[in-house]
Structures are given as C-alpha cells and as structure tokens.
C-alpha cells in the first residue's frame, strides 16, 4: 500500500488550508498519499491521519473541510482543489459515516414524538394522580405554612384587616362553629374571618382558613344562603382541594419547595394566591364540595337550596353553547340551582343564627364601604 501511494499528486493552484486545533494559525500545507493522510507544511513535521478515522464536516460549496477522529476536536483540512478533493474521497472509506441517514432521522423523529407523548401523558394522568396522592399527606405544619403565606397575599388584595365587629364576629363564629362541627372538622384545623371588600366571594386557604369577601355577606338574604356557601367551602378543605391543586399547578418547582423548606416563599406564595384569586378548583372538586355542602346542610336540617339562589343571584345565567358547558372549569350556575332544588328538603332543624344575630352578622364590617 505505501508503495502505491508514496507520491503526492500535483498540488493544484487553490491552496490547501490546515488548522491543527491547538491554535488559529492558518496553515498552508501540502498533502501525500501513504499507509495514512500525510499533512505538509514547509519546514515542519508531517502530520498522519489515517483513512479510516478522517470525516466529513460542515463547509460552504467548493470546499472539501476534513476533521479526524484521532486528531484534536478542532483540527480541519480544507481542500479547495476538486481534483484533489476527489483522491482524498475515494480514500476515506468512512467519510460520511458520521452523518445521520434517513433511516435515522426517522429513528430521531420517532423517539421524539414518543417522548411528547409520554410528556403530555405525565401532564395530563401522571401529575393529576401524584397530586391525588401527596395532597393528604402534607404535615399539617406545613400546610399551615402555605396557609399563612397565602394570607398574606389575599390581605395584600382584598384587605389587610378583618372585620371585628364584636356582636357581627360572635354571630359568624357561631355560624361557623355549627357548620365546623356538622363537617367533623378539627377544632385547631380551621380558623374563619371576613374581609371587608365589595366582591361577592368566598374561598379556604391551605392550613384551615376559610374567608367570606364582605360583598357576598351584603348580598346574602338569610343565614342558610350564607351558611350553603361556608359549607361548600368546607367541603374543599375536607377534600384537600387546595394543596390538590396547589401541587397540580406547581409541578415539579412546588415539590421541591416543599421537600427543601420553601414553603413561605416564592413558589407557594406565587401557586397559593393564584389558586385562591383564580378559584382555579377543576369540575369534578367543585361538584364533590357541592356535594359535600348538600350533606351539611340537610344533617343541619336546613335546604342547600337557598346557597344555590345567592349564588344565581350574584353571577346570573352563564350558560351559553354546549361548547362553553363543556369546557367551563365549573359547573354552571343554574345547573347548581337545578340540582340544589331538587335536593330541596323542608326545613327540620333550629334556624342557624336568629334574626338578631343575622342583623349584626350582616354589620360585621360596620358602615364604612371599601
């Protein structure tokens, strides 16, 4: 073999250019056929790569750029000569073997879309059922944790302070205390307030916390519309819905947190406001606290009727096509009220607080509007 190409050919008038990957010195060399590839530059030691180890690289039309395997990373031939080019090819028996054929694009292709699946698979059934799962399991104390730090924010939103009228406050822990009880809910585990802002909402806090917006109490007629509404809310925390949904919107980064002590900062506080501000509960947790409401309501002998007309009376009809049913993260309003009147029972139990106690429940925030 180093017989039959011991000579180098003619050098052609284009030059042929070689980096050898340790500096940037543009090196102009001559090239010889051997038992390997010899490189040649004037006053200096040839330079062999074999064969078999030399590869094609990326290079604009009209120049064959060379690398070796063996050769350091950034080491690269340029031939410019097309004569040249064509001896240097027919040598390298592996020049393209580097390069990715069809068959392996689609090999490429196929684990990719594979790969998306088995992500959007994760999304939709994997992070759903670890949620399920590591809800009822988070330790109390740090539920509170997230509870409080979730307070925070809803403060920061809704109003700092907590209504403190004494008769108004003693009239909803009793109402409160009545509902806690029908729930079988811990004593320390819940703790109630209401803020004094003009939107007519409700919603539970990680940690037991449950707060009513003052525009709801001002548009409730009776203590059973309020009482309904408390009583849904209870049935989220009974559920777990909150920390279910905190670690469903969290992902990953929640978990994290959670596993390495940063439950006050910024994730849980970021995931915790979001839920509370967006009610952000799926389909299925809001027809189980629905559920839940109608159970504590008829063992208070009261109807879960009037809770479903507060609610009608505040939002009004919202269906529209069945599309927007379908896709709507709650369930429609008249659908709670058609389903609340059909669990409409006649009362059988002590009204939840009396007439006075209502009236000054209803000025728990006294005559100040915010």
């Known amino acids: 073999m180093s017989d039959v190409f011991a000579e180098a050919p003619a050098q052609a008038a284009k030059p042929t250019i070689f980096f050898d990957g340790t500096s940037s010195r543009r090196r102009q060399v001559t090239l010889a056929f051997a038992d390997a590839l010899e490189i040649r530059e004037e006053g200096g030691t040839p330079v062999c790569w074999s064969y078999a180890d030399i590869r094609r690289a990326d290079s604009p039309p009209g120049i064959l750029r060379l690398a070796c395997t063996t050769a350091p990373p950034l080491a690269r031939l340029e031939i410019r000569d097309a004569v040249l080019a ?78 403190e009228d004494p008769a108004g406050k003693a009239a909803f822990t009793k109402l409160v205390n009545r509902l806690r009880d029908a729930a079988g809910l811990d004593d320390d585990s819940m703790t109630a307030g209401v803020l004094p802002t003009a939107v007519p909402n409700a919603f539970a806090l990680p940690g037991g916390k449950v707060y009513v917006l003052r525009g709801l109490l001002d548009k409730a007629q009776n203590p059973d519309e309020l009482a309904g509404i408390l009583a849904h809310e209870l049935g989220h925390l009974k559920h777990y819905d909150n920390m279910r949904s905190l670690i469903y919107n969290g992902g990953t980064s929640f978990l994290i947190g959670l596993l390495f002590g940063d439950v006050t900062g910024s994730s ?29 309501m008829h063992k208070l002998g009261r109807s879960p009727k009037p809770a479903a007309e507060l609610m009608f009376r ?32 006649p009362t059988s139990g002590p009204p939840l607080l009396t007439d006075k106690e209502w009236q000054s429940l209803k000025g728990i925030c006294g005559s100040g509007k915010v």
């Open 86 to 163: 064509a001896d240097v090819t027919v040598r390298c028996t592996h020049l393209d073997e580097h390069r990715t054929s069809r068959r392996g694009v689609a090999k490429i292709i196929g684990w990719s879309v594979a790969a998306t699946v088995s992500i959007v698979c994760v999304v939709l059934f994997g992070v759903p059922l670890a949620a399920d799962r590591l809800a009822p399991l988070v330790p109390k104390p740090i539920e509170r944790r997230i509870g409080d730090a979730s307070e925070v924010q809803v403060k920061t939103i809704f109003g700092r302070s907590v209504c």
């Open 268 to 296: 849980a506080v970021i995931f915790a406001s979001r839920t509370v501000v967006e009610a952000s509960y799926s389909r299925e947790a809001e027809n189980a606290a629905d559920t839940f409401a109608i159970e504590i």
């Open 314 to 345: 505040i939002t009004g009809k919202e269906g529209g096509s069945g599309l927007t049913n379908i896709l709507a993260s709650h369930p429609l309003t008249e659908d709670r009220l058609a389903r609340m009147t059909k669990e409409d029972r």
